[in-house]
């Protein structure tokens, strides 16, 4: 990729052992849409919008990851923008409200005129394919749904910076088909909320690729099915128990708060299951602190989940910027979690694809640039916050790359390195 003087300026800041590539990873902003009162005085501005869930069912895992976000344009705009262009972050909460998402994105569309999108939820995100399609939108989506890959007409302006949730779970049955123990396949319960589109999302994926691949190695016994809102997920438990056998393995599809109530009554009930989950389900939030932390701590011990993105706390490149930002904040890395990194990440990203869109347009980037620049970048580094994303014009799936990572005395450890079902094939 092309190095810019924005690259230069960033390696500077940051620290002078970061090659150019990992940098453009690097930055943080205010969800206001006065962002523009920091280093650059130019009165170049391209404005992107955020659709941020902060206070509804998702809003544990949305609102560290829409702070990472906002940190990263801030320390973006701070270090003199994008190539001297700041970057105007409007974003808003909706609360995981699908309707209220259209009407946050027609404000960002009509009234902040944004040139992209860095939304949250696989609900709106597909409700608004056709709409950002019309409007020629870029969107980055929190929601890794195996929908929004498509290229064609009904996701076309849509890309997925991480795994796909489909991905995501290919690759943990190719796992559990690897370390499996014992001459039996490996019974393998999926755990979701039927007809919600986030957690029902990878379902049938996940199936597919059972039967088609691991046939003989791997089972999947009959779903167990529990709302994100059911807190006494005990119940279901129970009932599922009397007519099948506890399953080997069970994956989970939630975030943190619904993944700790059903991996603490499925341990009471005695199950001898190794309970994971994919992205949402891991990260530092799932062991509550408090009073009650040691009993979160026991009950959770042992659950795996997929990482697509690094702990604050490990010791990679692309994490300086981010210490940096933090401490002109009187911050430090045990103030922020996984989430927010991933936020971060996501941003970079975004912003990698406008320095491109600048450098090809001297400018006057529009929707159309911005999406034509994120399908040229080959091999994007983060330091080590994410796996390395590439995009095309027939690939909006930037990396099918996850690590794995196991509590152990409420403590995150990663149990691989990265890896995907395209390694696997």
């Known amino acids: 990729m092309k190095k810019s003087h924005w690259k230069k300026t960033m390696t500077a800041v940051a620290t002078s052992v970061l090659a150019l590539g990992l940098l453009a990873g690097c930055g943080g902003n ?29 809003g544990d895992v949305g609102a560290p990851y829409a702070e990472g976000e906002r940190a990263f344009f801030e320390y973006l705009n ?67 749904s195996e929908n929004l890959k498509d290229t064609g007409s009904e996701s076309g302006f ?20 690897k370390n499996h123990q014992g001459s039996s396949p490996a019974t393998v319960a999926l ?57 080997d393995y069970a994956i989970l599809n939630y975030t943190w708060n619904q993944t700790r109530n059903v991996v603490r009554d499925g341990k009471q009930l005695g199950w001898d299951t190794q309970f994971m989950g994919l992205n949402w389900t ?5 062991v509550p602190s408090g009073s009650d932390n040691q009993q979160w701590v026991d009950a959770l ?32 890395v045990e103030d922020i979690n996984q989430k927010f990194v991933q936020g ?17 347009t001297d400018g006057d980037v529009t929707g159309s640039d911005i999406r034509a620049a994120i399908e040229s970048i080959d091999n994007f580094d983060l330091g080590g916050l994410g796996a390395n994303v590439s995009f095309a014009p027939d690939n909006h799936a930037g990396t099918d790359q996850i690590r794995l990572g196991q509590l152990n005395n409420g403590d995150w450890e990663m149990i691989t390195d990265y890896f995907g079902v395209s390694d696997m094939r």
């Open 191 to 247: 755990v979701y909320h039927e007809g919600h589109p986030f957690s029902e999302s990878p379902i049938q994926d996940i199936k597919n690729y059972a039967e088609e691949h691991l046939a003989g190695v791997v089972e999947i016994v009959p779903d167990i099915q529990i709302e994100l809102g059911d807190t006494d997920p005990q119940t279901t438990l129970q009932s599922w128990a009397r007519n099948n056998e506890v399953p």
């Open 78 to 144: 701070s270090n003199g923008g994008v190539d001297g262009y700041t970057i105007d972050f409007v974003g808003e909460d909706y609360a995981y409200d699908t309707s209220r998402a259209q009407q946050v994105y027609q404000s960002l569309r009509d009234r902040h005129k944004v040139a992209a999108v860095l939304g949250w939820g696989t609900a709106d995100t597909e409700a608004l394919r056709q709409q950002i399609i019309n409007d020629e939108i870029p969107f980055f989506s929190a929601s890794y």
């Open 158 to 177: 849509n890309f997925l910076v991480a795994a796909s949730y489909s991905d995501q779970g290919r690759a943990m049955l190719e796992w559990i088909g």
């Open 301 to 332: 011990d042992g659950f795996i989940g997929v990482v697509t993105h690094a702990f604050p706390t490990e010791d990679l490149p692309g994490m300086e910027p981010i210490i940096e930002y933090l401490d002109s904040k009187g911050r430090s």
């Open 30 to 58: 205010e969800a206001s849409s006065d962002t523009s009162n920091d280093s650059n005085d130019s009165g170049k501005v391209i404005k992107l919008g955020g659709i941020f869930d902060e206070s509804g069912a998702t």
């Open 282 to 286: 891991a990260g530092e939030g799932l």
């Open 344 to 360: 971060w990440a996501t941003a970079s990203i975004m912003a990698e694809a406008i320095r491109i869109a600048i450098a090809e």
